[in-house]
């Protein structure tokens, strides 16, 4: 069972980015699955979540209206459009698998390894 995330990098405030979280095996279709980001110095936070079905999705309120959830369960993937990205977005992304598209980091039980993004200014 494996999570892997992609797609940071380095991008100017005002830029886009997209990440993607492939997972290994087809039984993830059926878990929801959720973005979480840790910035140096702070504790790792909730950044989006999507039912395993995809019909609802969940938003902090620093990323809503900027950042977009969604998911392919053909493919096995799950996708972060980020855009509108400001400095503070700079984090370590990283995707999660869990039986409820919840907004608590004890709720996952399956994390893929993080990707960097950082946003200049």
């Known amino acids: 069972v494996q999570l892997q995330a992609s797609g940071g990098g380095l991008v100017q405030a005002g830029g886009s980015l997209r990440l993607s979280c492939a997972r290994s095996?087809?039984?993830?279709?059926?878990?929801?699955m959720g973005w979480f980001r840790q910035a140096p110095g702070k504790e790792r936070e909730f950044v989006s979540a999507?039912?395993?079905?995809?019909?609802?999705?969940y938003y902090a309120d620093s990323v809503k209206g900027r950042f977009t959830i969604s998911r392919d369960n053909a493919k096995n993937t799950v996708d972060l459009q980020m855009n509108s990205l400001k400095p503070e977005d700079t984090a370590v992304y990283y995707c999660?698998?869990?039986?409820?598209?919840?907004?608590?980091?004890?709720?996952?039980?399956?994390w893929g390894q993080g990707t960097q993004v950082t946003v200049s200014s």
């Open positions: 999507i039912s395993w079905g995809g019909e609802n999705t």
């Open positions: 999660a698998a869990g039986a409820y598209p919840a907004r608590m980091i004890k709720e996952y039980d399956y």
């Open positions: 095996e087809r039984t993830f279709r059926h878990y929801a």
